[in-house]
């Protein structure tokens, strides 16, 4: 049996809810999955059951490789560029992340945060809009050195191997 993860590229946001129940969810682009885990949890075990990696891995190659310490991005799969970033801190490790594949652009509305997506939803948040540029700005670097670091590595052994 094949089983496929909650958490896909079709993921546009994981959000921290108040319901009974549940203590956050994932928007996709056909619907909405909550879950009884915080978001952090719920990405770790899909690192961890699909991906054989675990968030605590994923933030310590951030923090090595590309001297990010704080609300680091959560790169599940570079190929499909399938990456989280939040957008906020929680210390209860529930913050509202979004995911960079989906993500089209951000703009400022009556002083809210809105978040354009590539099916045309917009989402409208508190956040603040500068720091969500930043995080943007950051998560894409990241992506694109990682990127560039695997593909470099593939060259590098199978230029050895020939």
């Not at 915080?38 to 899909?46: G, L, P, Q």
């Not at 509202?96 to 009556?110: C, P, R």
């Not at 603040?128 to 540029?133: C, E, G, I, T």
Request: glycine share 4%; charged share 25%.
């Amino acid at each position: 049996m094949l089983t496929v993860p909650e958490l896909s590229p079709q993921v546009l946001y994981i959000e921290p809810v108040a319901e009974p129940g549940y203590l956050c969810r994932a928007v996709h682009t056909d619907g909405v999955i909550y879950c009884s885990k915080t978001s952090e949890k719920w990405i770790d075990d899909t690192l961890v059951y699909f991906y054989s990696s675990s968030i605590k891995v994923k933030r310590q190659n951030v923090k090595l490789i590309h001297n990010v310490h704080r609300l680091q991005p959560i790169i599940i799969d570079e190929k499909y560029q399938f990456v989280f970033f939040p957008l906020h801190s929680c210390k209860y490790k529930n913050p509202f992340f979004v995911n960079l594949h989906q993500l089209i652009d951000f703009k400022m509305v009556n002083g809210k945060l809105v978040i354009i997506f590539i099916d045309g939803r917009e989402v409208e948040t508190d956040y603040d809009y500068n720091f969500a540029k930043k995080q943007y700005e950051k998560t894409l670097f990241i992506l694109d050195r990682s990127v560039k670091n695997q593909k470099a590595l593939r060259r590098y052994f199978k230029d050895r191997e020939g």
